[in-house]
């Protein structure tokens, strides 16, 4: 199939490439920019014009809910949410059911991807066999079979031993290791950061402090082991200064945020709306900043969605007993554009952040529109406004916290390996 997309204005960030102008696709693949590679006979035309074209997005971070909960997601319905979002290649978290940390999972997770046809997944290897943080992972047949990375998922490592002999293996493998980290005890029986709100709904609090500790201790076994390490949804502003400090030191850590730790707080938790309980819990004005602030400083590389897509049931409890996280692949790319209108970021900036430099964390060639890349890529209406509604997204998860917010950035289009995955001309 050879596709020309005309007239778009083409931002591709990782090759400081902001022009009007067409593109050409021909087997999958980014085949010229501009004029017309000789010989190549038009079959599928699609006018951008007004619009932006953008590398597909990459997220870090998003359970897909298969194996184990498709009353919750799957991944085909998921990934047919990820390319309303202008999401191309996404990371599959460990914590399914089987956890991912056999060759088999992997397997299963790739065919099931690959039926599908809607995203890149790429899956996360489990750091700890079941993720019980006691014996390590048969890291390099699951890196062999397919993963790009090994996390312990948000199942914080309690016994230090373990999670230093899991980073000297990863490291002689040179695979990366995404880590979340918590102090188990502190953070135990939290269910909101502990603060001012806590205290007033009388729950139980996960202390900022609960983060910090533990991003310390993991940063001395990092800087001893050497491994390749990024830490997952940061969301304090004490456990930022603490990576700020290491890469000052030449440590090669990177981390990222999830794009709803930049716009809500404690506050918005309100009268127990189980809709903003996640993991970690919404922070304090400050620790936003201060998220806000290191994006800005470069400190945090990438913004990911942390998606988790729920049954209505699942937010229906009292708020302790509700269980964390947000649907949130296609509110990735608007909240992302609305930190340029705040004037976080300047617009290339913030595109990088959800598009290339994820990629390049993970050692992934995606997120670029270089030519011979992957034609993995989508258009988006810049000027549309668009009201997050039950109705409009395509996820099975509605459990969002910004249903009702009016949201600027739509995509048109998607295409992945040149193929248009989706359309939408509202």
């Known amino acids: 199939m050879h596709t020309v997309i005309r007239n778009g204005r083409v931002i591709d960030p990782a090759n400081r490439r902001d022009e009007t102008a067409d593109i050409y696709i021909a087997a999958g693949r980014i085949a010229a920019i501009g004029t017309a590679p000789a010989g190549f006979s038009v079959q599928k035309e699609i006018d951008a014009r007004g619009k932006w074209v953008l590398p597909g997005l990459v997220d870090l971070r ?14 085909a319905n998921e990934t047919r949410a990820a390319a309303a979002g202008g999401i191309t290649t996404l990371c599959c978290a460990p914590d399914t059911n089987p956890v991912i940390d056999s060759a088999a999972v992997v397997e299963l997770i790739r065919r099931k991807a690959s039926d599908a046809g809607m995203a890149h997944v790429l899956p996360l290897a489990a750091l700890t066999q079941g993720l019980a943080g006691e014996q390590i992972s048969e890291m390099y047949g699951l890196q062999q079979a397919g993963c790009v990375a090994v996390s312990n998922g948000k199942i914080p490592m309690a016994n230090t031993l373990v999670l230093r002999r899991a980073l000297e293996y990863a490291a002689g493998l040179d695979i990366p290791v995404l880590l979340y980290s918590e102090d188990p ?3 135990a029986s939290g269910c909101i950061h502990e603060g001012v709100v806590s205290t007033r709904l009388g729950l139980p609090g996960i202390p900022a402090c609960a983060e910090v500790i533990a ?11 050497g491994v390749r390490a990024h830490f997952c949804q940061l969301s304090s502003a004490r456990a930022v200064e603490l990576v700020a400090a290491a890469q000052k030191r030449g440590v090669p850590v990177t981390a990222d945020v999830s794009a709803h730790q930049l ?10 709306n189980s809709l903003c309980h996640v993991r970690p819990p919404l922070r304090s004005q400050r620790d936003r900043d201060g998220l806000r602030a290191a994006l800005a400083d470069g400190v945090i590389g990438a913004i990911c969605s942390d998606h988790q897509p729920h049954d209505t049931d699942a937010k229906l409890a009292p708020f302790p007993a509700t269980e964390p996280g947000i649907s949130a692949l296609e509110t990735l790319l608007p909240l992302t554009l609305r930190l340029v209108d705040e004037g976080v970021l300047p617009l290339h900036e913030a595109i990088g952040r959800i598009t290339w430099q994820p990629a390049n964390i993970l050692g992934q060639s995606a997120g670029t529109l270089s030519l011979g890349a992957r034609a993995d890529l989508c258009i988006v209406d810049p000027e549309c406004y668009w009201t997050v509604s039950e109705k409009a997204l395509v996820s099975r998860g509605k459990n969002t916290p910004f ?14 390996d040149g193929r248009l995955v989706y359309e939408n001309h509202q």
């Open 263 to 272: 716009y809500l707080t404690e506050l918005d938790v309100g009268q127990f």
């Open 215 to 225: 991003v310390g201790r993991d940063l001395m076994l990092v800087e001893q082991t």
């Open 185 to 187: 005890w502190l953070g």
């Open 62 to 75: 998003a359970h897909l809910r298969e194996p184990g909960q498709k009353h919750k997601g799957g991944i």
């Open 403 to 416: 249903l009702g917010w009016e949201l600027k950035g739509k995509v048109t289009h998607t295409l992945l």
